[in-house]
């Protein structure tokens, strides 16, 4: 079964690593980093209060490059303050690049370009300002108020063909451009974050042999050389994020990192969804070819004269004036003391104010709110979490967002018990009545779940016949299952809680045409006593249900191709072939239902059920109802993959690669509440990428923040209101892999790399 490699939205944050999928035969391409975009004050670390001469007054996001403030001016001007990260600023001669880029920016003076104000390469950590725009990103637009109709894609185009020509008059190549990076004001768009990629690029290619940008955006030449991006690259990008703006996607579809890069480099780019009459233009922005395409010149001519309201809905201008109102705020607020910069603080450790921050109150006052000083400080403490309201903004944040207050996390109650593990390439960690199975696909061990203890190492006896050793396949339901094959045969074993084998049985057969027995290669889910097992072989791809009480195949059918998927529950079997969903009579196969072009083929859906309704989650959360396959909602719209889905309850709970975690009725798709994670969330969308860990209490997510130490953050199940976190330092951080989550009871248990916890996870 292939899985997503992992992926991020184009406006958020990435991780730092990522390969271009290989076609066949050989090809140059080289090793590369994506280039993240700040994910917002829900990542914020402590602040400092000033750095050069201006006033900080809140984090507005973090990412590759370093962390962008907005800050104040002795003038008091409002401007994005981004502080480059202390391992660009060490590097050699990166301060002398940066110097020489700053300079070249400051020579930037179109209209759609905010002027790059200042700048200090000889500062402990160098910083540059920039003018704030107190104007959401594009990808906020589009996810809050609806994808642009021709006109608006008019205005937008012509504001960025006249923002690229600007920063290339100057001799500088934007080289990430998205949404993100695009500001909607109500006079046109903005094009940030120009100026210094080249320094800090040249520095990621010469520390690490990697190239910076982002997936989805990325000219060909880009992803396989940075050294290659001209201004054609630019072109390229603008072509993208036009797509985006019209459609509510990149032309190089959803998914993976590395599949949304082999695309952009191998693939054609979808031009679906946009006006007829822009569709050559478009096409030619995104030539694979660079001298194909159109210069920045010829783009602006060939769209013509438009008009910047076209841009402007009730809805944006509503959120245009409550961020104008809170930048006046700030232009006239008090003075903050003097304190210089320092380095970023644990927010998990860092100690917090003894009282409410003027930055905090200058937020409550912005939005209207009158609080006592000990109201105040309560306000102050409490993280970002609100009830969900019927648009939200998308998850990406430019030098234009406006945050809330930096929020602090409590650190976690001690374990009830703790036990070391062996330490795995790729550990899972699974539930079984009372026992905690840690392993992969060589070994699986059993632990108690009470003390901790290890109670058994798995084994299972195979056949004579089986040619190769078995393999684990991870837990379901009572079983901890393994396969093995012998040619003739594909085998499946079943280990129980207390670590003994409860069958062995052959479940696939040679084919009629005398090919070899399908392998097993995976359980896709358990309802009851039926599995349904994915099974590959000379022929392909296919499932196949067998009763685990006596072995028998139930029934089996070939599927299209590798990212299919199937889900149990009610009596059904849903499977996910090729883009088309069906709905399956669990014990007998008869297909009941099917709804065809539900996901793209190569998007990699996650499929869960509570038996009534039936969630597909890929860049978007999508129910049908399990009876009929009637379509019934969608909600929480990405242009990258979701976590999985958990069901509990009437709710489901997902997360998204900006940090959000949402709670969802069943019934209605309505967001319950919505909480941004203060710490980056692990692998929204990445390979074996594990979904919310949800008990009557609790709803728990593994953490990985971009140069971070991995952990997990504990939210209230009721409500969304974040708990508390673990994220431990030094040799007890327990390396570098996502944390295993699971939990029974009021217990949480959580597994890194080297050690296996348990919490007391119930709360008021």
Aim: overall charge positive.
């Amino acid at each position: 079964m292939r899985t997503p490699s992992s992926g991020g939205d184009p406006t958020a944050a990435q991780p730092p690593y990522t390969t271009v999928p290989q076609p066949p035969g050989p090809v140059a391409t080289r090793p590369f980093t994506v280039a993240p975009q700040p994910p917002g004050p829900a990542h914020a670390q402590h602040s400092p209060t000033r750095i050069g001469p201006y006033e900080v007054f809140q984090l507005l996001g973090e990412g590759g490059m370093g962390r962008v403030f907005l800050a104040r001016s002795p003038g008091s001007r409002l401007v994005a303050l981004k502080v480059i990260r202390p391992e660009y600023a060490d590097a050699p001669d990166f301060r002398g690049r940066f110097r020489r880029e700053t300079e070249a920016a400051r020579s930037v003076s179109g209209f759609f370009t905010p002027p790059v104000l200042d700048a200090d390469a000889d500062a402990p950590q160098p910083w540059l300002a920039t003018a704030y725009v107190p104007a959401p990103s594009l990808h906020e637009v589009v996810r809050g108020f609806g994808v642009l109709p021709e006109p608006a894609l008019r205005a937008l185009g012509t504001g960025l063909a006249e923002a690229l020509l600007a920063i290339h008059a100057a001799g500088i190549v934007h080289r990430d451009l998205k949404p993100g990076n695009v500001l909607v004001a109500e006079d046109g768009p903005r094009v940030i974050d120009f100026g210094i990629s080249r320094a800090v690029d040249a520095t990621q290619v010469t520390r690490t042999g990697a190239v910076m940008g982002t997936p989805g955006f990325m000219a060909p030449e880009q992803i396989v050389s940075s050294r290659e991006a001209g201004p054609a690259a630019d072109v390229f990008s603008l072509g993208c994020v036009l797509v985006f703006a019209a459609t509510g996607q990149g032309p190089f579809g959803a998914g993976g990192t590395a599949e949304i890069l082999y695309r952009g480099v191998h693939h054609p780019p979808r031009l679906d969804g946009l006006p007829p009459v822009l569709v050559p233009l478009i096409g030619a922005c995104l030539d694979k070819e660079p001298a194909r395409r159109p210069p920045a010149a010829s783009v602006l001519a060939a769209l013509g004269s438009a008009d910047p309201g076209a841009l402007l809905t009730e809805g944006l201008r509503q959120d245009l004036a409550r961020r104008a109102a809170h930048a006046a705020t700030l232009v006239t607020a008090p003075p903050v003391p003097m304190t210089p910069l320092e380095p970023a603080l644990d927010p998990l450790t860092a100690p917090g104010p003894t009282r409410p921050s003027r930055r905090g109150f200058l937020w409550i006052a912005a939005a209207g709110t009158t609080v006592a000083a000990a109201g105040g400080a309560a306000a102050l403490t409490r993280w970002r979490s609100k009830p969900a309201t019927p648009a939200r903004p998308g998850g990406g944040t430019g030098a234009g967002t406006t945050g809330l207050p930096e929020p602090t996390v409590p650190a976690g109650p001690k374990p009830r018990w703790s036990t070391p593990l062996k330490r795995l390439e790729s550990g899972r960690l699974h539930l079984i009545g009372n026992t905690l199975v840690h392993g992969d696909g060589s070994g699986a061990t059993g632990y108690d779940t009470a003390t901790g203890k290890k109670r058994w190492t798995g084994a299972v006896r195979a056949p004579s016949d089986v040619v190769s050793t078995p393999k684990w396949l991870g837990a379901q339901g009572s079983f901890l299952f393994a396969e093995g094959w012998s040619g003739e045969r594909g085998h499946l074993f079943g280990v129980d809680a207390t670590g003994r084998q409860k069958f062995g049985y052959a479940v696939t057969r040679p084919g009629a045409d005398g090919a070899n027995a399908h392998s097993v290669q995976s359980v896709q889910t358990v309802a009851g006593s039926v599995a349904v097992l994915g099974t590959m072989g000379d022929g392909g791809y296919g499932v196949v249900a067998v009763d685990l009480a006596s072995g028998r195949a139930l029934w089996s059918r070939a599927v299209r191709g590798s990212d299919f998927q199937a889900h149990a529950a009610g009596g059904l079997c849903f499977l996910q072939d090729n883009g088309t969903v069906r709905g399956l009579d669990l014990r007998s196969g008869t297909e009941r239902w099917n709804v065809p072009d539900v996901v793209t083929p190569g998007a990699y859906p996650r499929l869960s059920s509570d038996g009534t309704t039936l969630l597909v989650v890929t860049v978007k959360v999508q129910a049908f109802r399990a009876s009929d396959g009637a379509k019934l909602w969608t909600a929480v719209q990405e242009t990258t993959t979701l976590s999985p889905a958990t069901v509990r309850g009437k709710r489901a709970y997902v997360f998204d690669g900006p940090g959000t975690v949402f709670a969802l009725d069943l019934r209605t798709g309505r967001q319950v509440w919505h909480t941004a994670s203060p710490l980056g969330l692990a692998g929204a969308g990445g390979a074996g990428s594990q979904g919310p860990t949800v008990s009557a209490y609790v709803v728990a997510v593994a953490t990985y923040a971009l140069g971070d130490v991995p952990g997990f953050v504990v939210l209230r199940a009721s409500d969304g209101k974040p708990l508390w976190a673990h994220r431990p330092s030094g040799s007890a951080a327990g390396g570098r892999s996502t944390w295993q989550l699971q939990t029974s009871g009021d217990t949480l248990f959580a597994a890194s790399e080297t050690t296996l916890y348990a919490f007391r996870s119930d709360t008021p």
